[in-house]
């Protein structure tokens, strides 16, 4: 008896299933294995599973390129407690764990508080869904079983497709089969969103469809809340000072999914030095990158000779639940206050203030070396047209000439200048900027960054057509064009088409996505949802309204339970009167109208006229009809008069259904009652 599977997804799209008998189970590409499986990328003796009682064990057998479950390596020849539904990778093959019963067909479990289980009326399929709810962390994974029973009287082929996140999350274990009469079918569905910061923590509402292939209309839902965690990680770095006086620069780096806040801290072991940190906490969203420049001074420096060099720290703490402390060590060099020849005697000192009186008797004095402390903007990622502000501590300048990406912005500013105003207008992304600070004899440069990001806007969000016919097959194109944005996704699309379209699918800032088709029954509310490359956010809204299907009747119409006259007449139309259509029958001879009360009716579809908003041939088909009378229904009679009814208006673009007159089934009038029996008169 099996006490387990391994299913097996090859590169190229087969899928293996093996079956876990005995207690031992090796895995690898020799020949020697309980499961051997052709391929170099694997070893020939990769893994092993051992079970003892209850309780199974995954273990690496020291193999070359490593066995990963659930997204981490194992330890070489170290038992590992496997679970049900875990996720094994060796090589290029992904391979699925899983409990199962070895019978093709299983029983029904018992449905528990977490168990969704799902049916429709007039179909014949039914659906379990085992978890419906998950919580997912990027690069591990987790999964959902879905059990599909047919309940009717023949063979079925069904279709399965998944939405509501991006498709390379989702993988199904099967998305065609085939159930006998009262079997049932397991499919694993599993979920595994990538580590990157754009894998936005969120909740998605992950939609299974089942279907007949043959039927695609009769679509049965099963619904699962995903709710995929935010994953932390941070780098930390710092950049060698490369003059004495010059700052420290401190990179950190956010490489987690969700925003970070972080504070800084300086530590020397003399209590020597005094950092000008910043005096706020830092916000670093996913994936940013942020460069701290840290002026640091002495208190004691050096009077005379060479450079002291000082060790310290900066320690960066976060200020999540976790509160955990990165750092960073470095060295700085602090000059002396004098240089080396203050120290000289007194007579050096006179003699070499008169030489240099002399030299400024014949003009040759050199001015001093000109010098840039810091340059840092007044923020790091801005809006396209908004101001970018350089701050600069300098001395000994005269002039200014500023570079963005190696081009001149900005030249000739005074040397007194402590902000400068950049115009973005015409610049975006990353922006290296260089301070090129000059005096009479020197120049020296500075260099800091900024991001440039075009803000977003909507300059196009349409579909065509602008509205769509209730019951009747559309075709809808939508089209759009966010520039500035990094991503579009759209949703509210899943009740209108079959087609696989995800609301979690990430679209091109401008794009057209042509042909879908469907058949609706309530206005379309289209969302498109939209960000830039820093996390702003966009939406908008498109409302696509319904025409209701009218037809009207060029003759008296008796409209019957069933497309045929064999069944049940449940009214009447009288000429010229319009009413709503909702469906036709397979032959396209008969349509169904809809009537007051929700009462629905046939009458043939040669009697009617319809509007030109719709092709009656695009009318939806009902395929679910009553069974066809075996004796035929009796005729009406003649002289019942039609009830009159005043025409309904012309079609409208409306999302409610226009009135439909009360009709009442023609009835027999009662009986006369035959005259008593004539007496006879007797003879006397």
Known sequence: MAYGRLEVYWPDGRLETHLLKTDTVSVGRAEGNTIALETEAISRYHFSIIKDGDTLTLTDLDSQNGTYADGVRLVSNEAHLLHDVEEIQIGSLRIIFRRVDESPTLPMTVQDDETQRITRDKTDIRLELDKTRLNVWPAASGSSELSVLNTGNETQRLSIRVSGMPSEWLRLTRSEIELDSGETVYVLLNIKPPRRPNTVPSTYEVTIEVAPID????????????????????????????????????????????????????????????????????????????????????????????????????????????????????????????????????????????????????????????????????????????????????????????????????????????????????????????????????????????????PMRVETFSAQPDALVRYVVGTLTIEWDIPGASFVRLSGLSDFTTNLLQSSTEYAASDTLPGISGIPEEALEIALYAEDAVGNALQETLLIPLIDPQCTAIEDIILYEGPNERFQQVGAIPQDTTVIVIAQDAEADWLRVLLQGDVRGWGEQDSFACADTFNVSDLRTEVNLPDLPTETVLPTRTDTPIPTLTPTAQPSLTNTSIPTPTLVPPTLPPPQESPPPTQESGGG
Do not use: C
């Open 215 to 454: 039927q695609p209309e009769l679509i049965v839902h099963a619904l699962l809340e995903v709710n995929v965690r935010a994953y932390s990680g941070f780098g930390m770095a710092m950049m060698e000072q490369a003059d004495p006086g010059d700052p420290v620069s401190v990179f950190l780096h956010n490489q987690g999914s969700s925003s970070l806040n972080m504070s800084l801290k300086a530590i020397d072991k003399n209590h020597m030095l005094d950092f000008k940190l910043p005096d706020s906490v830092l916000m670093l969203q996913a994936g940013q990158r942020l460069r701290v420049d840290v002026d640091i001074t002495s208190r004691k420096p050096p009077l005379i000779g060479a450079p002291e060099e000082h060790h310290f720290i900066i320690q960066a703490k976060s200020h999540d639940k976790s509160g955990f402390v990165a750092a960073a060590s470095g060295k700085v060099r602090i000059a002396p206050r004098f240089p080396a020849w203050a120290a000289m005697t007194a007579t050096a000192i006179s003699l070499s203030a008169l030489i240099i009186a002399l030299l400024m008797l014949v003009g040759m004095f050199k001015t001093p070396e000109p010098i840039i402390h810091s340059v840092d903007v007044n923020i790091d990622q801005l809006a396209q047209g908004d101001d970018l502000i350089l701050r600069i501590n300098a001395e000994n300048v005269e002039t200014f000439d500023i570079l963005v990406n190696q081009v001149v912005a900005v030249s000739e500013i005074d040397g007194e200048s402590q902000e400068v105003t950049l115009d973005t207008d015409d610049l975006s992304g990353a922006l290296n900027i260089a301070v090129i600070g000059r005096n009479r004899s020197e120049t020296t440069e500075a260099t800091t960054t900024a991001f440039v990001y075009i």
